[in-house]
């Protein structure tokens, strides 16, 4: 596999061309990295208009993922979870009323700053079974195909999270077939799992159904803090992928980071040759781990292969209590709540770490916990547009004294990232609940 934007990169640098151009560090060592960091110089492409080099690599990932097109993003899937809902408003046949999409509630929060950017309404899709978490929808088909048909008017597209951030994965192909036999199109926000596509048995989104997704390729594979790929199905309309550089253009820098899309360049060449290899070899290891940790007594929780998920709430300790310890043993896990405890696994994690995580995992002993309850996600009183309400003027009041208010700007559990309150909602008692379970005193509602 070519590696294009890597090769022009490091041809350039080795050129030691007299650089009157961004940059500042003009490719002097300064950092240890500036010798390869670009601008759109000639020959070096543009990402938004890309006919070369980028053109040629974002094609080879496309080709990798089996994508109709992949866009490369140097800000992550946060950009391109904005570009996708603007693909689906920019080409939805009936534009005469706001967008309207489904999408359960464990959506991230740069969903929500699309919904404000683009003006769209959301019809919340709320799981049959009890969540076992704010951040965990597990929505099945059969919820989607309630919300299409229980909807004042017909969704333009649903929106799902899967993976979510516990490691829950939805069933991403029964959820596309009842979404295009409404045709509907489907995106998914798959910022957990780029790695998806490399498992013995492919489970990517776009293998899956989805007509869009987003992969934040820095969370699971080897790329710099920032990439990630949007990518659009083969079976999507044409016209998703014809206007999608130009809208995702409109949110994004025009200085995208060529250190972020050179990592992405290698990490392709990667995956074409030993990834899966390795992969397999990680998912066997994180799979053994697992049973050594349960054979000790720890609880866990989701689906996903390459994440631990322990559910510590059930094992007589908190999420937090549990990350403070790991981390006097001189382990940093992803992400702690007062239930859960997240462990981010892939091939660059070496045999020592999982011995070293089960060393300390065995200092520490689960006791006889409850099980975790989660108050249910609050149903959403939708009082005003969510645009409307996060441009009105508001004031900041303590969350006691909000009951019956209309939320200004969105609060969302600072990690990782979910709505409690979205703009234009009523703050109910069932909503101040849940703030306060986050620790959060003030929330911003409209001035009457
Ligand atoms: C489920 C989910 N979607 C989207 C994002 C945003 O991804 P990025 O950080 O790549 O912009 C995150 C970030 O944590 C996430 O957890």
Same mark, same amino acid.
């Given at each position: 596999?070519?590696?294009?934007?890597?090769?022009?990169?490091?041809?350039?640098?080795?050129?030691?061309?007299?650089?009157?151009?961004?940059?500042?560090?003009?490719?002097?060592?300064?950092? +240890?990295?500036?010798?390869?960091?670009?601008?759109?110089?000639?020959?070096?492409?543009?990402?938004?208009?890309?006919?070369?080099?980028?053109?040629?690599?974002?094609?080879?990932?496309?080709?990798?993922?089996?994508?109709?097109?992949?866009?490369?993003?140097?800000?992550?899937? #946060?950009?391109?979870?904005?570009?996708?809902?603007?693909?689906?408003?920019?080409?939805?046949?009936?534009?005469?009323?706001?967008?309207?999409?489904?999408?359960?509630?464990?959506?991230?929060?740069?969903?929500?700053?699309?919904?404000?950017?683009?003006?769209?309404?959301?019809?919340?899709?709320?799981?049959?079974?009890? #969540?076992?978490?704010?951040? @965990? +929808?597990?929505?099945?088909?059969?919820?989607?195909?309630?919300?299409?048909?229980?909807?004042?008017?017909?969704?333009?597209?649903?929106?799902?999270?899967?993976?979510?951030?516990? &490691?829950?994965?939805?069933?991403?192909?029964?959820? @596309?077939?009842?979404?295009?036999?409404? +045709?509907?199109?489907?995106?998914?926000?798959?910022?957990?799992?780029?790695?998806?596509? *490399?498992?013995?048995?492919?489970?990517?989104?776009?293998?899956?159904?989805?007509?869009?997704?987003?992969?934040?390729?820095?969370?699971?594979?080897?790329?710099?803090?920032?990439?990630?790929?949007?990518?659009?199905?083969?079976?999507?309309?044409?016209?998703?992928?014809?206007?999608?550089?130009?809208?995702?253009?409109? *949110?994004? #820098?025009?200085?995208?980071?060529?250190?972020?899309?050179?990592?992405?360049?290698?990490? @392709?060449?990667?995956?074409? &040759?030993?990834?899966?290899? /390795?992969?397999?070899?990680?998912?066997?290891?994180? #799979?053994?781990?697992?049973?050594?940790?349960?054979?000790?007594?720890?609880?866990?929780?989701?689906?996903?292969?390459?994440?631990?998920?322990?559910?510590?709430?059930?094992?007589?300790?908190?999420?937090?209590?549990?990350?403070?310890?790991?981390?006097?043993? &001189?382990?940093?896990?992803?992400?702690?709540?007062?239930?859960?405890?997240?462990?981010?696994?892939?091939?660059?994690?070496?045999?020592?770490?999982?011995?070293?995580?089960?060393?300390?995992?065995?200092?520490?002993?689960?006791?006889? &916990?409850?099980?975790?309850?989660?108050?249910?996600?609050?149903?959403?009183?939708?009082?005003?547009?969510?645009?409307?309400?996060? *441009?009105?003027?508001?004031?900041?009041?303590?969350?006691?004294?909000?009951? +019956?208010?209309?939320?200004?700007?969105?609060?969302?559990?600072?990690?990782?990232?979910?709505?409690?309150?979205?703009?234009? /909602?009523?703050?109910?008692?069932?909503?101040?609940?849940?703030?306060?379970?986050?620790?959060?005193?003030?929330? @911003?509602?409209?001035?009457?």
């Amino acid at each position: 596999m070519q590696t294009p934007i890597y090769d022009f990169a490091k041809k350039y640098a080795e050129s030691k061309t007299v650089r009157f151009h961004m940059p500042g560090h003009k490719g002097v060592r300064f950092h +240890g990295l500036e010798e390869y960091d670009l601008t759109e110089i000639r020959g070096a492409d543009y990402l938004f208009e890309a006919e070369g080099i980028i053109a040629e690599s974002e094609a080879q990932t496309a080709k990798l993922f089996g994508a109709a097109k992949t866009l490369y993003s140097a800000e992550g899937s #946060s950009l391109c979870i904005k570009t996708m809902l603007a693909i689906a408003e920019h080409c939805r046949p009936d534009r005469s009323r706001r967008m309207l999409v489904a999408a359960p509630r464990n959506v991230h929060k740069a969903f929500i700053n699309a919904c404000i950017l683009l003006d769209i309404d959301v019809c919340w899709v709320y799981p049959k079974e009890e #969540s076992r978490s704010l951040c @965990s +929808g597990g929505v099945t088909p059969d919820d989607i195909r309630e919300a299409i048909t229980s909807a004042d008017r017909t969704p333009d597209c649903v929106y799902i999270t899967s993976p979510d951030y516990l &490691g829950t994965m939805s069933d991403v192909k029964g959820i @596309s077939e009842v979404c295009h036999k409404s +045709g509907i199109p489907l995106i998914v926000d798959n910022a957990h799992g780029a790695y998806l596509k *490399f498992l013995h048995e492919d489970m990517h989104p776009m293998t899956l159904g989805a007509d869009m997704c987003c992969d934040s390729a820095h969370k699971t594979l080897p790329c710099y803090t920032g990439a990630a790929l949007l990518h659009i199905s083969k079976s999507a309309p044409a016209a998703f992928s014809g206007c999608a550089k130009k809208l995702m253009s409109l *949110f994004a #820098s025009t200085s995208p980071s060529y250190l972020i899309m050179e990592s992405i360049d290698l990490c @392709s060449a990667y995956l074409s &040759g030993e990834y899966k290899a /390795e992969l397999e070899k990680t998912v066997l290891r994180t #799979s053994l781990c697992k049973q050594r940790l349960e054979a000790m007594g720890w609880k866990f929780f989701g689906e996903e292969l390459c994440k631990l998920t322990i559910a510590a709430g059930e094992c007589g300790i908190t999420g937090d209590e549990l990350g403070d310890r790991l981390r006097s043993f &001189g382990i940093e896990p992803e992400y702690t709540d007062p239930d859960y405890l997240v462990l981010m696994v892939t091939p660059f994690n070496p045999e020592a770490d999982f011995l070293h995580l089960e060393d300390a995992m065995s200092h520490i002993s689960p006791k006889q &916990g409850a099980p975790i309850k989660f108050d249910t996600v609050p149903r959403a009183v939708v009082r005003l547009p969510i645009r409307q309400a996060a *441009f009105a003027d508001c004031e900041e009041v303590p969350v006691d004294k909000a009951k +019956g208010r209309i939320c200004g700007m969105t609060v969302t559990c600072c990690q990782p990232s979910v709505p409690i309150a979205v703009s234009g /909602e009523e703050i109910t008692a069932d909503i101040i609940k849940l703030l306060k379970r986050y620790g959060i005193d003030t929330i @911003s509602v409209l001035i009457p």
